[in-house]
């Protein structure tokens, strides 16, 4: 299937780890344009049912031409609110559930969410447009000491120290207030790496901090193994180093507590016939479990 404004990574993968039962009750805690969710749904029979989350009001739009079908309910929330949505859906029990981590293409492309380095719009990133913390708060209010740990802790920036204090010289002139102006300061704060722009981490942790992504992803995954029934899947797909570090560890601390069977021992790579045709995929990599016994 051809899917225009975002390209769902690894779904071979993703719908090996899930095992999609017939007349599961599958979540897709991060639904964004539907890519997966139209995957696991082609699986599914009558009785089959799809519960497809996200906190972005745009995706679920773009997700709702996609998913046009009964099976599917979508809803607008996040990981942290799981057990509380399925709960007044009155589902007690799911057969899986798919978290595909980050931000999507359709944020990505939208100059006006402020994401990309190269939008002359305000520094925004919010996936939810309704709350009330953005990157212009972040990037404008933050101490130095709170910047540098930011940029060290979730962008694993080496150059953290330098940028946050850059930033801050910066800042006793003017506000910094378009993505562009921020991305030009930190190209003249650190040298070029590669191919990459020199800003990705920088801006990265700026959306992690924003969207409060790893305080999210804990909360999510603890409320999922709950949620799963016995032999229930859990998908994991993340694009940094610092969640997936998260992501294993919780699947450890799972396993050791006899609740989680870990069936990827290392995380799953994209191949690189996908990372040639999608290069975002690039960075992913995939952790999946089985839940073993019923809490
Ligand atoms: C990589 S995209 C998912 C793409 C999707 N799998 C597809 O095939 O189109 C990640 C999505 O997760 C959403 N998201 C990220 N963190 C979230 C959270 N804590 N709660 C709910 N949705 C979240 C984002 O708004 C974004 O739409």
Known sequence: MDYKIHTPVMVNEVLQILNIKEDGVYVDATVGCGGHAMEILKRLGERGRIIGLDRDDAALDCAKELLNDYRVALVKSKFSELKEVLLEKGI??????????????????????????????????????????????????????????????????????????????????????????LAELIRKSIPRRGKTHPATQIFQAIRIEVNKEFEELKEGLSQAIELLSKDGRICVISYHSGEDRMVKNFFRE??????????????????????????????????????????
Request: hydrophobic share 35%.
């Open 92 to 181: 007690e029990k799911i057969d899986g559930i798919l978290f595909d981590l980050g931000v999507s293409m359709l944020q990505l492309r939208d100059f006006s969410r402020g994401f990309s380095f190269y939008s002359d719009e305000l520094l925004d990133m919010r996936m939810d447009r309704e709350t009330s913390m953005t990157a212009w708060e972040v990037v404008n209010r933050y101490p130095q000491h709170k910047l540098e740990q930011i940029f060290r802790d979730y962008g694993d920036e080496p150059f953290a120290r330098k940028v946050a204090r850059e930033i801050v010289r910066y800042r006793h002139k003017k506000t910094i207030d378009t993505c562009k102006e």
């Open 254 to 295: 799972e396993e050791a507590k006899g609740m989680l069977r870990i069936i990827t021992k290392k995380p799953l790579l994209p191949t690189l016939e996908e990372v040639t045709r999608n290069p975002s995929s690039r960075s992913a990599r995939l952790r999946g479990g089985q839940k073993l016994c019923l809490n």
